[in-house]
C-alpha cells in the first residue's frame, strides 16, 4: 500500500487539510472529540478511493479532496455510533471517545460530523454527488440496524451476514467510488463499474475483518481478539464453520454466543472449533473471489497507474494481516 499511498500523498495531504480544517467550534468538546478520533489512527481509506477513482477517470482537483474529506467525516460517525451502540471501550487499540467523553457528547460530535460532511456537500459537490451520499447513510443506519437486530441470533444465515456488512462497509466504499466517477464526469458505464468495484471491495474489507477478529493480533489490530463473539457477531468464519460443525460443536457455539457472560477459554473454544472446520481459509477465499470481482469491473478503463494501483488495493484488501 505504501505506494499507492506515496502516488496519492499530495491529494491525501490536502484532503487531510480539508479534515481538520472543517472541525472547529466554540463548543470545546466538538474540536476535541473530533480531532481524537480523526488522528486515532485510521486509514484514510475510503479518501483514498474517492481520490483514486476520480484520477482513473481523469480527474484530480480541489473536489475530489472536499468529497473525500466527507466521506471521512461520515465514516467517522459512524465509528462513534457504533462505539456508543457496542459499548466498546476501546477503537484502534485506544480507549474510545465514549469512554472518555461519554457516550451523549460521542454521539452528538457524530451527528455535528454528519451534519459539516452534508453541509460541505450543497456547498461544493453536485446534486448526483449529495444523492449518492445521502442513500448511503441510510444504507449505514440500516446495516448497523439488522446487525443489532440479528446479535445473539444463532440463526443468522449468511445472506443476512451479506445485506449487514453492505449496510456497514461495502455500500459507504461503493459511494466513495462512484462519487470520484461523478465529479470527473465520466460515462454512465464508468460510473457504474466503479459503484460495483466499490461494493466488491468493501465485501473483501469487512469479510477479512472478521477473519482478523478470530486471528488477527490485537496490537496490530487495534482491537481485542474474539470482539465479534463477545458482541454476539456472527461473520461469515463462524456462519461457515456452523455449516460442517457437529451438534457438541454447534452447542459450544450457541453457549458461547448466548453467554450472559462469556470467558476467554470458551472463546478458545471457538476459536478451535473455527480453526478445525477452516473457517478462515473459506472466508479468506470468499475475500478473494470478492477482489477478483472488483478487478474485472476495472477491465473497461485503460492501463493507467491509477488502474494498476485500484487492481493492487483489491488484492491486498484480500491478503491484508492487519
Not at 461494493?199 to 475483518?209: A, K, M, P, S
Amino acid at each position: 500500500m505504501k505506494e499507492i499511498l506515496d502516488y496519492f500523498k499530495d491529494d491525501l495531504a490536502m484532503t487531510e487539510e480539508i479534515i481538520n480544517n472543517n472541525i472547529h467550534s466554540t463548543i470545546k468538546v466538538i474540536p476535541e472529540l473530533s480531532q481524537y478520533i480523526l488522528e486515532s489512527g485510521g486509514k484514510r481509506f475510503r479518501p483514498l478511493m474517492v481520490i483514486a477513482s476520480a484520477a482513473l477517470c481523469g480527474y484530480r482537483g480541489e473536489k475530489a479532496h472536499i468529497a473525500a474529506c466527507v466521506a471521512e467525516y461520515i465514516h467517522t460517525a459512524t465509528l462513534l455510533h457504533d462505539d456508543v451502540v457496542d459499548e466498546s471501550d476501546t477503537r484502534r487499540g485506544k480507549t474510545s471517545a465514549n469512554s472518555i467523553w461519554g457516550n451523549e457528547a460521542s454521539v452528538l460530535v457524530g451527528d455535528f460530523l454528519l451534519a459539516q460532511a452534508f453541509s460541505m456537500m450543497v456547498h461544493h459537490l453536485t446534486s448526483s454527488s449529495l444523492k449518492v451520499m445521502a442513500q448511503v447513510c441510510m444504507h449505514l443506519a440500516e446495516g448497523e440496524i439488522l446487525q443489532l437486530l440479528n446479535s445473539f441470533n444463532i440463526n443468522t444465515t449468511i445472506d443476512n451476514y451479506y445485506q449487514i456488512i453492505f449496510g456497514k462497509t461495502a455500500a459507504l466504499i461503493s459511494a466513495c467510488c462512484e462519487v470520484g466517477a461523478i465529479l470527473s464526469e465520466a460515462r454512465d458505464k464508468e460510473r457504474e463499474a466503479l459503484k460495483t468495484y466499490g461494493q466488491e471491495l468493501g465485501y473483501t474489507f469487512q469479510i477479512v475483518d472478521d477473519c482478523l477478529d478470530v486471528t488477527g493480533n490485537p496490537k496490530k489490530t487495534g482491537k481485542p481478539s474474539g470482539n465479534d463473539l463477545k458482541e454476539g457477531k456472527l461473520t461469515l468464519p463462524l456462519l461457515t464453520t456452523l455449516k460442517k460443525a457437529s451438534k457438541e460443536e454447534k452447542r459450544t457455539i450457541q453457549e458461547a454466543i448466548l453467554a450472559d457472560e462469556i470467558t476467554p477459554q470458551l472463546i478458545q473454544r471457538v476459536k478451535t472449533i473455527i480453526m478445525n472446520h477452516r473457517g478462515i481459509e473459506a472466508a479468506r477465499e470468499k475475500a478473494r473471489e470478492h477482489a477478483r470481482r472488483a478487478v474485472e469491473q476495472l477491465e473497461i478503463f485503460e492501463e493507467s497507474l491509477e488502474k494498476h494501483y485500484l487492481t493492487k488495493v483489491a488484492f491486498l484488501s484480500a491478503e491484508r494481516e492487519v
